[in-house]
């Protein structure tokens, strides 16, 4: 059977989400053949999975592996189903329409593309983008720009839906679990980049998942801004993992823009003691130390 694909799907104490999202999966014109779920949480949804109309695989971890981890366990459990392709979905996340999937092999065989992505959108307001794009020099967060594009070639917003050819795992590698949480989506697409894999995202088909609205800090208008997660535990290996990946990856624009605009962030709102956390975070990614969970951290 051609183009056969595994899902590979992460959950941590959304019992209701997963029911939403393995019901959206096999509502799917192009039906999945399993369903890797990893779950990690503090409430079990082994009865959920155990109902659900599509095959599961329930894999339970007792261990919080972050999302890189999970993700990692997820995939490595999808390819082990045989299928050519996996497909990567969050517990908060759920396909829009059940052509989903299939526009998205089309899209990605008469594309010649490996890895293909769709658009993220906001719940209950599916006009808008859970997050923003930059065009010319601009961000928007408005799906009717970038809908007409078709594809956004070499950009993605991983790893919600992404749909990505079995064999680009033994390119690339998994998700780096040491990153734990925020960052190693960018990781895994500047490795796509590198490795040469043609990928894109899909502008005529999306996933719904909450918005990250409230984490843009425009410091310029829209030409200039910097990302602030809403709590301290994000905060932390957002910045972090954001020192490590721009040594990793020698991303020198990358550095000068953190080094210019969260002092500058920070300082306008007299906020001394969060440039303070935001050095040591940043500072502790660029020497690769702190990595993982840290347990007894105060955030």
Known sequence: MQNTVAVAAVTFDRPEDVRTLLGALSQQTHAPVSISLVDSGTQPVDRIAAEAQAAVTYLRSEANLGGAGGFSFAILSAMASGAQWVWIMDDDAHPEDPECLATLLAAAQSRGLDVVVPLIVAPGEPTKLSFPFRLDGHLTHERSVVEPLGL?????????????????????????????IRGDEVDFMLRLRQANVK???????ALTHPVGWGEVQELMGDRFHVLVPESPFKQFYYYRNRGYLTRKHRRLQSFVADAVGYPLYFLRRGDLKGLAKWAGAYTAGLRGARFGPLKDQKF
């Not at 839906?161 to 690339?172: E, M, Q, Y």
Request: cysteine-free.
């Open 199 to 205: 990928f894109g995202t899909v502008t005529t088909v």
């Open 152 to 180: 956004i070639e070499n950009v993605g917003q991983f790893f919600n839906g992404a749909l990505i050819r079995t064999d680009v795992f033994f390119k690339v590698g998994l998700p780096d679990l040491r990153l734990f």
